[in-house]
Antibody
Framework: EVQLVESGGGVVQPGGSLRLLCAAS????????MHWVRHAPGKSLEWVSL????????YYGDFVRGRFTISRDNSKNSLYLQMNSLKIEDTALYYC????????????WGKGTTVTVSS | ETVMTQSPATLSVSPGERVTLSCRAS??????LAWYQQKPGQSPRLLVY???ARATGIPARFSGSGSGTEFTLTISSLQSEDFAVYYC??????????FGQGTKVEIK
């Protein structure tokens, strides 16, 4: 069974940092592009970032502005999102999602991990 | 950025009715459009990709159509388990990937 399990969320003060982890199983992880998507309370889904299968290419939403870094360790079937300089508006449920192939749609989603930025 | 606009925001429907959800793109996305269903407390579930192809395991009552800037998701006969929020998402003009604001299908 294809499975994505996120962890690493929590409560952090504005300006703080968090590192999210997504553990993948049930598929050949290094064959696929991977995404982070977030869902803030009362808002729509918002794409955060993607990373290519080999980790050599990464893209971000404009709102990231150099604050987040996506990475992966294919030897550990793991995806990461390092989030620095967090803002209150980064408060959301963060999903890890598998791309169907290369830069397509998301066919499998994790259950998400909650990030709360509050003073 | 390609802005995706869904209508209506909320749809009140009785079980068994036919439902049509709309999604419009601010510029052409060709057929690179997906639809997702999200129920409360659950993660999004892929329903349709490439505008009209049903994802694995999705019932035939769900169908997608359109290309360019105008898209439709139709549920031919709404079942109780279909009450949810539906999102469209384009993957043609990226970054960024963009989602519509969602259409909530609720019980009438």
């Amino acid at each position: 069974e294809v499975q994505l399990v996120e962890s690493g969320g929590g409560v952090v003060q504005p300006g703080g940092s968090l590192r999210l982890l997504c553990a993948a199983s049930g598929f050949t992880f290094d064959d696929y592009t991977m995404h982070w998507v977030r869902h803030a309370p009362g808002k729509s889904l918002e794409w955060v970032s993607l990373i290519s299968w080999d980790g050599k290419s990464a893209y971000y939403g404009d709102f990231v502005r150099g604050r987040f870094t996506i990475s992966r360790d294919n030897s550990k079937n793991s995806l990461y999102l390092q989030m620095n300089s967090l803002k209150i508006e980064d408060t959301a449920l963060y999903y890890c999602a598998k791309d169907m192939g290369d830069y397509l749609y998301m066919d499998v989603w994790g259950k998400g991990t909650t990030v709360t930025v509050s003073s | 950025e390609t802005v995706m606009t869904q209508s209506p925001a909320t749809l009140s429907v009785s079980p068994g009715e036919r439902v049509t959800l709309s999604c419009r793109a601010s510029q052409s996305v060709s057929s690179n459009l997906a639809w997702y269903q999200q129920k409360p407390g659950q993660s999004p579930r892929l329903l349709v990709y490439a505008a009209s192809a049903r994802a694995t395991g999705i019932p035939a009552r769900f169908s997608g159509s359109g290309s360019g800037t105008e898209f439709t998701l139709t549920i031919s006969s709404l079942q109780s388990e279909d009450f949810a929020v539906y999102y469209c998402q384009q993957y043609n003009n990226w970054p960024p990937y963009t989602f519509g604001q969602g259409t909530k299908v609720e019980i009438k």
